[in-house]
């Protein structure tokens, strides 16, 4: 049994009930009663693709599922709900990232965990730390260290002292 914490983003067909379905269905990913799902925020999207803001969630669960498989069962919640890879960080009705899978690091052709972008993503940090605030990576970064420096980085950006 490992606790895996998956990202949920979209901001196509109603992006919050796309978000609920998804969370229904990790439901039946998960172990016992062991999913949590953190308050949905708001986002701006990345990239230069003109889109509407994004819906973002992370999702904390125990499963018995190996990696790979667990990645299979997110796509095909993804594909069951519509997803179609058009182009990177375009428009899309679900995505669910495999963020941590335990304390393990994987660095295989379709998988990386953890994630590459989620120490630098504000709206993966700040919903995984609604739900694991004292979480400890595995590279031993402590998430709350992590929140601290994004918040400042984007206050930084946007010209604003403090």
Partial sequence: MTR???ALGANLEDPK???DNATAAL????LGNSLKVSPYYRSAPMGDVVQPDY?????SFETDLAPLAL???LQ???NTQGRVRKERWGPRTLDLDLLLYGDEIIDEPRLKVPHYGMKERSFVLVPLAAIAPDLILPCKTPLASLISENILAELQQ????H
């Fill in 17 to 19: 009930t796309q978000l």
């Fill in 158 to 161: 946007l010209g604003i002292d």
């Fill in 76 to 78: 095909q919640i993804e």
């Fill in 71 to 73: 990645l299979d069962a």
């Fill in 4 to 6: 895996v914490f998956v």
């Fill in 27 to 30: 439901s039946a990913l998960a």
């Fill in 55 to 59: 819906v973002n969630a992370v999702a």
